[in-house]
């Protein structure tokens, strides 16, 4: 019996580190669920504000107002500030196509060794013209 002594120590030491990283896995695998799916909604989003970056004066004149690549650039990079990420922003062909990274901490797998995790988000758009 005394061969044993502080075996069990050993056991909660282990027990508990498990359950540490199935905890880490749990909410940090959530967080980065919840920061791909805003990563995807801000890329979306930057794209819609491309795709609607219409000429107004061409509009309120009752001329086709057609969205220039150039300005569809500019409406996507402003929003993408105003989210606070940085991202690239591409015109192909009819098409404004937005990217975005981002990183975030983590809160329990950092015990691990595994401190920030990085999710990408992918928004396209068709550019518009009203007439």
Known sequence: ???ERGSISVWLVALSLALIIAIGWAVDG???A???SE???VAEEAARAAGQALRLQALTAGQVAEVTPHHAIDEAERYLAT???TGT???QGNRIVVDITISKTTIFLDV???SEFTVHGHGVA????EK
């Open 1 to 3: 019996m005394t061969g």
């Open 112 to 114: 691990i060794g595994i």
């Open 39 to 41: 990563a995807t909604s």
């Open 30 to 32: 959530s967080r980065k």
């Open 83 to 85: 989210a606070g990420v």
């Open 34 to 36: 919840l920061a791909h």
């Open 126 to 129: 068709d550019l518009l013209s």
């Open 89 to 91: 922003v591409a015109v």
